[in-house]
């Protein structure tokens, strides 16, 4: 089975063994912490988390719970009025 990451219509291929996917992952959010560092970088804990995803069901969990929030904050509230042109 291929394993990858969907970031809206881009979809990033992930190595076929589950142990690479999980060290790389862990990695990524260790070395993520120390972004305060020059080359390294904060950015590198969500990647890192959405890597484990892929294997872990409790980071898994939190990925989709994460998804459905954003989804629901980015959504239209209902009974709100469209933006209307000044004319």
Not at 14 to 33: A, E, K, Q, W, Y
Not at 34 to 49: D, E, Q, S, Y
Request: charged content about 20%; hydrophobic content about 50%; overall charge positive.
């Amino acid at each position: 089975m291929a394993h990858k990451l969907r970031f809206g219509d881009r979809h990033v291929h992930l190595p076929g063994s589950r142990l690479l996917r999980i060290t790389i992952g862990v990695l990524l959010i260790v070395f993520g912490c120390l972004g305060f560092l020059p080359v390294l970088g904060f950015w590198m804990i969500p990647l890192g988390i959405l890597i484990l995803s892929v294997d872990i069901p409790i980071v898994r969990r939190w990925r989709r719970r994460f998804v459905v929030w954003w989804n629901r904050r980015r959504a239209p509230k209902e009974g709100a009025k469209p933006d209307q042109a000044a004319g």
